[in-house]
């Protein structure tokens, strides 16, 4: 694109986008503070030691800000769409901070269960807000812009890139104590992504938002990553109709079978789902889920949905994207060597809000 291209764009799309600030309050905080934080106080007994955030960093109402995002304007009544992994603490507070410095409270109206992705609601209307575009239509090497707030400290950061890949598969977590999240369909591209662009929009040569700035490779460079929007459409659908956001339940917890998996597990087919818990705490059948009344067990083998192969790239989570609360699926699965079919209906997997 050429500068006067990029700079309309910009234009264009940066009073929609928002920075978002991330506090709690100062005794939340402070308890959750892991022990190795604690000083060693000579003479102290170690149950009287207590982690202390210093007073510069602790306002008037006794909140202290611990991070920040971005976010961007979906609706002109106040919706905000940003990463969910950016307003995932259920115990934080978060302030919206428009292109022209108002600031607002966020009220997190729901986290999808499935995409890293988030709505918040702010008390303001008449506002400006970007226009969807369709990431099924990316090309390799077509131009991008990602806009975000860089490192929580450079707000309204500005960086220009291509495509560099489409329909990647990572594995990312928000923290080091966060659980790894399997993020799949991903944009990637060069456009420069920090910490504190997560939830910025990533536009076209059109100014049209195609995916959410989302993760980055930890050492690496030129190596970004966006959640496509068409994942959020459906959210932001439903959030306008329902308030909530609908998504399908199955009730399996699951690891897609593959060459290595069958020798490993001694199994008769390397294609499929075997239902399988993550620990020894967890259920690998979800109880009250379709499948338990359905009759699925551990180790079964989920081999198709509706008719369709299930494999390592084409797993479970791909097809119930395309199914609705209530519909009737079919499933084939593998049995101690034996094919049967089921059905179900698909309940509602609950959002967190």
Avoid: W
Avoid at 170 to 187: H, K, N
Avoid at 211 to 226: D, L, R
Wanted: charge should be negative; include cysteine; glycine fraction near 8%.
């Amino acid at each position: 694109m050429d500068d006067k291209r990029v700079i309309k764009i910009i234009k264009k799309v940066m009073p929609t986008v928002v920075s978002i600030t991330i506090a709690k309050h100062l005794e939340d905080l402070e308890k959750e503070m892991p022990k190795e934080f604690y000083p060693a106080i000579p003479g102290t007994p170690a149950s009287a030691q207590k982690y202390k955030i210093p007073e510069s960093m602790v306002d008037a109402r006794g909140m202290v800000q611990i991070g920040g995002g971005s976010g961007f304007i979906v609706a002109p009544n106040g919706l905000i769409l940003t990463n969910k992994h950016v307003i995932s603490d259920s115990n934080a507070e978060y302030t919206v901070i428009l292109s022209d410095e108002r600031t607002f409270t966020g009220a997190v109206l729901s986290r999808d269960p499935i995409n890293d992705v988030a709505i918040l609601k702010i008390d303001a209307d008449h506002l400006p807000c970007v226009e969807l575009g369709d990431a099924t239509k990316l090309q390799l090497g077509q131009s991008l812009i990602a806009i975000g707030n860089a490192l929580g400290i450079f707000r309204n950061t500005v960086s220009v890139g291509i495509v560099s890949g489409l329909s990647r598969s990572i594995t990312a977590q928000s923290d080091p104590d966060a659980p790894a999240q399997e993020m799949r369909g991903l944009i990637q591209t060069d456009a420069a992504i920090n910490p504190g662009n997560s939830g910025g929009p990533i536009v076209d040569s059109d100014g049209r938002v195609v995916g959410v700035n989302a993760a980055i490779v930890s050492g690496a460079q030129s190596i970004g990553f966006a959640i496509p929007v068409n994942a959020a459409r459906r959210d932001i659908a439903d959030i306008l109709k329902f308030g909530r956001i609908l998504r399908p339940l199955l009730g399996v917890r699951y690891i897609m079978v593959d060459g290595d998996l069958k020798t490993k597990m001694n199994l008769s087919v390397d294609y499929g789902a075997l239902v399988l818990r993550e620990s020894q705490h967890d259920y690998a059948v979800i109880p009250g889920s379709p499948a338990e009344k359905a009759g699925i067990k551990e180790m079964d083998v989920i081999l198709e949905l509706n008719d369709q192969r299930l494999d390592s790239k084409h797993p479970i989570q791909d097809f119930l994207e395309n199914c609705n609360v209530g519909e009737e699926v079919h499933l084939l699965l593998l049995r101690a060597g034996k094919q049967f079919p089921v059905k179900m209906v698909l309940t509602e997997r609950k959002s967190v809000a």
